[in-house]
């Protein structure tokens, strides 16, 4: 079981430096998703910890041990890469075969570790085929398998789904997941879905521009999320997110939004709030709500509707619900939003509260 | 044209006689094969009048007007004479034709023999007599060279300098290009133009030099002189380079990953995937080592080290040249070329297109 260490990392390249000083702890066994928007540096932090890129400043350090200097092969590492960078003059069995070769393992038991790999991910049939004669799904799990005969100490993927089909991409998270399950071992995945993230990782780090925003627990970041971009980040569709000045009451106004909140509510007159809640967190209300909106279209799937707003003043707003709704398009609404649900963030765009008291 | 396969291929006629329109002569099919007959005409015209004319003996060679075939004028032995006599069909002043051996040439008089009564001598003026031929092939412009002139030992010694020159040349010259493509440094770019400025040094500048540090290491006279010179090259170094920078960085570092060594990675790794670049520079190079004459005849000096180039060279003596044996033995050198390519052909249209070399 292994543990990996970030203190303070900075990469630059030159004069850009794209990692501004990364602390992370990667605790043994755990299943770690990096998310972020693309260009975030989310694989220049996992190629540094794989040792394909060199460390500008700060300390790495892998079961206590720092690394710094140790080349990517010796540390034991293996890495699932987005374009599965197989081998293509190599049959499939030579491709898993290489890495161990390469460690001068006897020929018997890099058969043994090949084939049982194999037969794990159910690719023993492709054993003798080259990469080429194979299909986008089979490469990623030849890929994967020649990440685990090596019996690694922990396991890196970068993006390796985003090449898929999309219900390939959903078979193959669920095997991800079972194959955690099943052979345990630290792993650190790198994915712009934040779909992806959610449904894999015990925890994840969500990175903007070389920083890490937030660290937490799946559901940890979707109800507590500490700043505006890991509101919108994470969750699908979007958080709802308007701006809005308080007044007197206390209450946030913004257009055709004027939402009373509790006393006590973290918030001081004059300021500028940013209000976020969830489309899952309005109600439909007779007479006054805290918004009032006219539909602009309305998703009727059957066994739930999203429906999408337009209000004076305020960017676009979603509303979901289970069920069906009598709801046309161009009906004016008034919404209610779930004050134990709302989420209030500062000017700068941390977090003044996450759930206020029902008023 | 993937379909076209996949149903039933046509044969080699229908592929010659193919035009554009179904059963047709449009004009661009006349000029098609106008264009196409000239350009087989221009490329092959030349190859297949040498590969004739090989066969052709110094006689036949000279002939004026020239023959097409290799056709030899028939001569016998004739009572009384040494020789064997060229044999003539001649026209009487009667009207007969008998065919006469000739003995000599006076003027514009033959003096001739019959072969069946050899006493009597008639003489016939010039163009009352016709070469008698028949299509004789002059093989001995083959086995002369090769048996008695030590050709087999200059054709062997051309070998081990291209095979030899060409192993060294992939091996130094991949080397070269891997540090130059794989790794990522400051001053990378510059040492790859440095590389391939030595292009503009003209080979006749160096020769000097080069020969006078080949003779510091006592290699003159033997084939390394010729071998080692030229082994690295810059334009094989070039074209390798670009080949290996198209190789995805991933790979290299999945190689990494897997603890291959940096010799695990540029023999098992790079080696393989560089294939096509790699072919077609052996056949660049055994073009070059195969076709070179300068080099060797400086540097070799006697003939048990000859290579073909050198040893054809001894057939253009100063006042008489042995064509038959020159175009003979030029044959011969065409042909391992000519395998060379029929091999790796496969490799050169890809690599030429990949490299935009030629
Ligand atoms: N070799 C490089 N040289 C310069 N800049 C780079 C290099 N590699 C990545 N970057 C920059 O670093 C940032 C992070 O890149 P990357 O880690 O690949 O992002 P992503 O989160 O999409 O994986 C990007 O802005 C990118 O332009
Ligand atoms: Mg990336």
Not at chain 2, 52 to 66: D, N, Q, R, W
Request: glycine share 8%; charged share 20%.
């Amino acid at each position: 079981m292994t543990e990996i260490r970030l203190e303070t990392i900075r990469k630059a390249y030159g004069d850009v430096e794209v990692i501004h000083g990364v602390d992370l702890e990667v605790r043994s066994g755990e299943f770690v998703v990096f998310v972020g928007p693309s260009g975030c540096g989310k694989s220049t932090l996992l190629r540094i910890i794989a040792g394909l890129e060199d460390i500008t400043s700060g300390s790495l350090k892998i079961d206590g041990t720092e690394v710094n200097h140790v080349t990517a092969a010796d540390r034991g590492l293996s890495m699932v890469f987005q374009s599965y960078a197989l081998y293509p003059h190599m049959t499939v069995y030579k491709n898993m075969a290489f890495g161990l070769e390469n460690s001068r393992m006897p020929k018997a038991e890099i058969d043994a570790r090949v084939r049982e790999a194999a037969a794990m991910l159910q690719i023993t049939d492709y054993l003798n085929r080259r990469p080429k004669a194979l299909s986008g799904g089979q490469r990623q799990r030849v890929a994967i398998g020649r990440a685990i005969v090596r019996e690694p100490r922990a396991f890196l993927f970068d993006e390796p789904l985003s090449n898929l089909d999309a219900e390939l991409r959903v078979t193959m998270r669920k095997e991800l997941a079972a194959l955690h399950a099943k052979i345990g071992g630290t792993m650190i995945y790198v994915t712009h879905d934040q779909i992806e993230a959610m449904t894999l990782a015990d925890r994840i780090v969500v990175l903007q521009k070389g920083r890490i925003e937030q660290v937490g627990k799946p559901l940890e970041l979707y109800n507590r999320p500490q700043n505006l971009f890991v509101a919108g980040f994470i969750g699908s569709p979007r958080m709802n997110l308007i701006e809005t000045t308080v007044t007197e009451g206390p209450a946030l106004v913004s257009g055709a939004a004027r939402i009373a909140l509790p006393p006590g509510a973290p918030v001081t007159p004059g300021a500028s709030v940013t209000a976020g809640f969830r489309p899952e967190h309005l109600d439909i209300v007779e007479g006054d709500g805290d918004i009032a909106v006219t539909v602009t279209f309305a998703e009727q799937l059957g066994g739930e509707t999203y429906l999408y707003c337009a209000a004076e003043g305020l960017p676009q707003i979603t509303v979901h619900r289970p069920g069906q709704l009598p709801v046309e398009k161009g009906q004016a609404l008034s919404l209610r939003l779930d004050r134990k649900q709302l989420h209030l963030f500062d000017a700068d765009g941390q977090v003044l509260a996450n759930g206020l008291a029902n008023g | 044209m993937a379909d076209a396969t996949a149903q039933s291929r046509p044969g080699v006629l229908a592929m010659l006689t193919a035009r554009r329109g179904r059963g047709k002569l449009h004009w661009t099919d006349v000029f098609s094969y106008i264009y196409l007959g000239l350009g087989v005409l221009l490329m092959f015209g030349p190859v297949i009048w040498l590969a004739l004319s090989s066969f052709k003996t110094p006689a036949g060679l000279v002939e004026f007007p020239p023959t097409l075939l290799p056709l030899g004028q028939i001569s016998v032995p004739v009572e009384g004479y040494d020789d064997p006599l060229l044999l003539f069909s001649v026209t009487t002043e009667t009207g007969e034709t008998r065919e006469l051996a000739q003995i000599r040439r006076i003027g514009i008089v033959r003096q001739m023999v019959d072969p069946a009564a050899p006493d009597e001598r008639i003489d016939v003026p010039i163009d009352a007599a016709e070469p008698i031929r028949e299509f004789d092939m002059a093989w001995e412009n083959y086995t002369d060279p090769l048996q008695r002139f030590d050709f087999t030992r200059y054709l062997w010694n051309s070998v081990v300098v291209t095979v030899v020159a060409t192993a060294i040349t992939l091996l130094i010259n991949s080397m070269a290009a891997y540090g130059l493509a794989i790794y990522d440094f400051r001053g990378r770019n510059g040492i790859m133009l440095l590389v391939i400025g030595t292009l503009m040094i003209p080979i006749t500048v160096i020769l000097v030099p080069v020969y006078l540090v080949v003779t510091q290491m006592g290699l003159v006279n033997s084939l390394w002189a010729v071998i080692l010179p030229g082994a690295a090259t810059p334009t094989g170094v070039f074209l390798l380079r670009q080949y290996m920078l198209t190789i995805p960085r991933d790979l290299i570092e999945a190689a990494r990953m897997d603890k291959a060594s940096e010799w695990a990675i540029y023999w098992k790794v790079v080696m393989p995937l560089a294939m096509p670049a790699l072919a077609v520079l052996a056949i660049f190079s055994v073009m070059w080592r195969w076709n070179d004459f300068l080099w060797p005849l400086i540097v070799l000096n006697r003939s048990e080290v000859y290579t073909l180039q050198v040893g054809l060279n001894a057939f253009q003596g100063e006042l008489n040249v042995q064509w038959h044996y020159i175009l003979a033995m030029t044959v011969v050198t065409l042909i391992p070329v000519v395998v060379v390519f029929a091999f790796l052909q496969r490799f050169i249209t890809t690599g030429i297109a990949a490299s935009g070399m030629k």
